[in-house]
């Protein structure tokens, strides 16, 4: 077991640089399966997550080479068309490879994921998205089997814009015949990457970014090289970070377009950010204007943000409401952060934050991987000493965040237990 233990009441200063997305990574790397050549992927960020996701390629068929940030997935020219249910456990994005196992092998089963923490989060939207494009889908024994000897391009239509569901229909959408229309598609930068690394393959896929994304079908994809976006998440979690410690931090290397929604309601809440070339700076006094959110489908406020927004919050002056549109069961966090004198009502999907001066160190326990970040800043804010448990979640999704926080004068370790 490993803990962090962190001294609050520093201010954060000094310059940090991003690194690049997992939740673009993830789809890209399993993207290499609709090919038989070498990708070369770069930028890539060391996480657990990552790690996952490599090891269920390798399983399936794929040699892997790593050095530093830049992963070459090669071909042994064997593909397997199944997902273990000990690797999908361990996380949802694994059932990202039945959209390119389905449009090369026309047959692929994989492991239902479970629910977690944050939700039930079913897979019924990228079915139903399959069957259109022509897959006969049986569920049995925990497992689904999609089998569609060629698919064809279909119409679709996502009742919810989601992330995972357009991705994997846009990947088996590649090799479908003829023309495939996503409607009420995901909008998010981390798909605009994925149809970039598609189309430098081979693929023809159009309007990525918007609500209506079209694929042309083709019969075969190529190797390439890309380098992937920065991660945006990670980006939004140091500003908060310089805002709930009444810092001043330079972020580099981050796109700043793809928060838009997130600087908007920081400079609303009194933060003062200033962009010049890729430089992000962050400048805050303590305890900023309440001010509420609510998590919705980007372009608006990112529901992986909402944890991070919420200690904000419990630091500012009155009250704000939180609203949780996207998942159904994200204010794990709320229990934590009321331990460290949070005063945090929650009613449904929102939750009634009333700002306080400060808040106390505690040993806290985090449930997931936006959580475990939120407590990492409640405890830089607060005063004395708070240990953070179930810091496996954190190594999912943060890379080296204990070493960029040092640099910025936090005083955090991580301990063996
Ligand atoms: C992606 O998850 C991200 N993960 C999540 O980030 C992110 O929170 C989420 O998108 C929303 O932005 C990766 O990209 C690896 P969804 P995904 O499908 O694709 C429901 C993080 O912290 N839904 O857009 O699983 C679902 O239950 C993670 O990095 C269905 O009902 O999200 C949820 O309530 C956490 N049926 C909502 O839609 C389906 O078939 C959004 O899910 C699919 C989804």
Same mark, same amino acid.
């Given at each position: ?53 490599? =090891?269920?390629? !390798?399983?399936? *068929?794929?040699? &892997? ?8 997935? #090669?071909? %042994? ?47 019924n939207l990228h079915l139903q998205g399959f069957r259109k494009l022509g897959a006969k889908v049986s569920l049995e024994r925990g497992y689904v089997q999609l089998d569609a000897p060629r698919l064809h391009g279909a119409n679709i239509y996502l009742d919810f814009p989601s992330v995972g569901a357009t991705e994997n229909l846009m ?31 081979? =693929?023809?896929? !159009?309007?990525? *970014?918007?609500? &209506? ?8 994809? #190529?190797? %390439? ?125 929102? =939750?009634?934050? !009333? ?23 409640a405890a830089l804010s607060a005063e004395g000493k708070t240990e953070i448990f179930g810091v496996n979640h954190l190594d999912r999704g943060y890379e080296d965040i204990e070493r960029k926080l040092r640099r910025l004068g936090a005083r955090i370790k991580r301990i063996k237990e």
């Open positions: 077991m490993e803990k962090i233990l962190i001294t609050g009441g520093k201010k954060l200063s000094g310059t940090v640089k991003i690194s690049g997305s997992k939740n673009a990574s993830l789809p890209i790397l399993v993207a290499t399966l609709l090919t038989d050549e070498d990708c070369l992927v770069k930028n890539v960020p060391h996480l657990q997550d990552v790690e996952t996701i490599l =090891a269920l390629l !390798k399983i399936l *068929g794929k040699r &892997i080479s790593r050095h530093n940030k830049n992963i070459k997935i #090669s071909s %042994t020219y064997r593909l397997d068309s199944e997902a273990p249910y000990e690797l999908v456990k361990k996380m949802r994005a694994s059932i990202l490879v039945m959209g390119p196992l389905l449009g090369r092998l026309g047959r692929v089963r994989a492991s239902l994921p479970g629910g977690c923490a944050i939700g039930a989060r079913p897979i990947m088996a959408a590649t090799r479908a015949k003829g023309k495939t229309v996503i409607e009420n598609a995901a909008s998010e930068p981390e798909i605009q990457d994925l149809a970039h690394f598609l189309n430098k393959m081979g =693929a023809k896929i !159009k309007g990525a *970014g918007t609500n &209506i994304i079209k694929v042309e079908g083709v019969n075969v994809l #190529s190797g %390439t090289i890309h380098e992937v976006i920065p991660d945006r998440i990670e980006t939004g979690t140091f500003m908060v970070a310089a805002a709930v410690t009444g810092g001043d931090v330079v972020i580099r290397g981050a796109n700043p377009e793809h928060l838009e929604a997130v600087m908007t309601k920081l400079r609303e809440a009194g933060a003062k950010i200033t962009l010049n070339n890729k430089e992000i700076r962050v400048s805050s006094g303590k305890n900023l204007k309440a001010t509420d959110i609510e998590t919705v489908p980007y372009p608006g406020f990112p529901t992986d943000m909402q944890a991070q927004w919420m200690v904000l919050m419990s630091l500012s002056k009155g009250t704000s409401i939180i609203t949780e549109t996207v998942f159904e069961n994200r204010f794990l966090h709320v229990g934590e952060l009321q331990r460290m004198g949070s005063n945090i009502q929650v009613k449904g999907n929102s =939750a009634i934050v !009333k700002g306080i001066l400060k808040l106390s160190g505690a040993p806290v326990m985090a449930t997931d991987l936006r959580a475990s970040a939120a407590l990492i800043l």
